[in-house]
C-alpha cells in the first residue's frame, strides 16, 4: 500500500485504515516506527506523524504494548482459552508400569505412589553412563504391552541397542506380527515436532551443549503436543549438580523428576503422590545387572549419619577410614 494511495498528505483516516490492516496481519511481532512506514511505503513527515499517531491511540486501548522504541500487537495474546473443568475426569491417571529388577523383584516406590496423567513429564537426569538409559529401556519394555510407544534417540547404534534387548529377555520387543512393539527414530533437535501425541514417547536423550536455560521452553513444546500420551525424558547431569542440564528449567515442566548418580536414583519431585505415600525426596540404591540390561538390588536407602553419606570417616591414630556402617557407599538401608 504506498503513500499515493493516501488521498492527502494529512489525511489521518486512511493512515489509521492502513495501519488497522498492517497491525492484523502482524499480530504479536515486535517492530518499531520505521518499520510499519517503510513496509507502508509511508515517507512523508506528516503522514509517519499520523502512523505515531495511531500507534500511540492503539497503545492507549491496550491493543499494542511499547517498550522504548518498539511496539508489538497484542490482540491475539488478550484471547482466553477457557477450561470446563466441570466436565473434566479426575479418573484419567494412566496405568504406568515402572522399571523392577526382574532378577529379585526389587522396586522403586513408584508402583501406586505416583499418579501420572495425560500429557505429563517425567524426567530422568543423570551422569553419563549411571544408568539412566537403563532406567529408559526398562521403562519401553515394560509399557510397550499396554501403551502405543515411541523412542527417540541421538546416539544408539541398532546393533548396541538389539544386543541390550536381547538380554530383556522378560518380554519380546517383536510382536507375533514379526513386527517391533514400538516405534524407534533418531531425533537429535525439535523432538517437540516428532511427538506422536497419544503415545508414550521416550526422548533418550536431549542434548544441550549451550544454552541450558531453553530445556524449559522445549519441554513446554513437547507437553504441547501431547493429548492422552506422556513423554519420558533423559537429560545429562554434572557430577556436583542436583539437578539435570538447565537446572530448575529442567524441573517446573516435570510431574515427576528423579536424577541418577553413582548407582543412586532420588526423586526430586513427584507433583502428584498418592495412595497416602510422598515419594518426594526417597532415594534408591541400585545395581545395573546383564551389562545394561535391567536393575537389582534395588533398596530404599538414607545418608549414613556417621559418615555423613561421605563413605569415610576420620579415626584417631588410623585417619580416614572407610565407614563401617555403610561399607563406604555413604548410604545405608531405611
Not at 492484523?24 to 505515531?52: G, K, M, P
Not at 545418608?303 to 570417616?313: E, L, P, T
Request: with cysteine; glycine share 8%.
Amino acid at each position: 500500500m504506498a503513500e499515493q494511495e493516501i488521498t492527502s498528505v494529512g489525511d489521518y483516516k486512511k493512515v489509521s485504515e492502513l495501519v488497522e490492516n498492517w497491525l492484523e496481519i502482524h499480530q504479536n511481532e515486535t517492530f518499531d516506527l520505521d518499520i510499519i512506514c517503510r513496509q507502508l511505503e509511508i515517507h512523508q513527515r506528516e503522514n509517519r506523524n499520523n502512523v505515531a499517531k495511531k500507534l500511540s491511540y492503539e497503545v492507549n486501548r491496550g491493543n499494542l504494548e511499547k517498550k522504548v522504541r518498539n511496539y508489538r500487537s497484542i490482540l491475539s495474546l488478550k484471547e482466553k482459552e477457557y477450561i470446563d473443568w466441570t466436565i473434566a475426569s479426575d479418573k484419567d491417571a494412566l496405568d504406568i508400569h515402572w522399571p523392577f529388577s526382574h532378577k529379585d523383584n526389587s522396586c522403586f516406590g513408584f508402583d501406586g505412589h505416583v499418579v501420572i496423567r495425560p500429557a505429563d513429564l517425567i524426567v530422568v537426569a543423570g551422569q553419563s553412563n549411571k544408568g539412566k538409559s537403563t532406567f529408559a529401556r526398562n521403562f519401553l519394555w515394560e509399557n510397550m504391552d499396554y501403551f502405543p510407544c515411541q523412542m527417540m534417540v541421538n546416539e544408539y547404534a541398532p546393533g548396541r541397542f538389539k544386543s541390550v534387548v536381547n538380554r530383556m529377555d522378560w518380554r519380546s520387543g517383536v510382536g507375533s506380527n514379526g513386527c517391533p512393539k514400538f516405534q524407534m527414530i533418531v531425533r537429535r533437535e525439535d523432538w517437540e515436532y516428532a511427538i506422536e501425541p497419544d503415545c508414550v514417547n521416550i526422548i533418550d536423550w536431549i542434548n544441550l551443549s549451550d544454552n541450558f536455560y531453553q530445556i524449559g521452553k522445549i519441554m513446554e513444546d513437547i507437553q504441547k503436543r501431547l493429548r492422552d500420551g506422556i513423554c519420558l525424558i533423559v537429560l545429562q547431569k554434572g557430577e556436583t549438580s542436583t539437578l539435570g542440564r538447565g537446572g530448575q528449567f529442567s524441573l517446573d515442566m516435570a510431574s515427576l523428576y528423579m536424577t541418577v548418580d553413582n548407582n543412586v536414583l532420588t526423586v526430586v519431585k513427584a507433583k502428584e503422590p498418592a495412595n497416602g505415600h510422598n515419594p518426594n525426596g526417597e532415594t534408591y540404591r541400585f545395581d545395573i545387572a546383564d551389562g545394561g540390561a535391567q536393575f537389582s538390588g534395588i533398596q530404599r536407602v538414607t545418608k549414613c549419619i556417621r559418615c555423613v553419606g561421605k563413605g569415610i570417616r576420620w579415626e584417631k591414630g588410623s585417619g580416614n577410614t572407610t565407614c563401617s556402617d555403610c561399607e563406604g557407599t555413604g548410604w545405608v538401608a531405611k
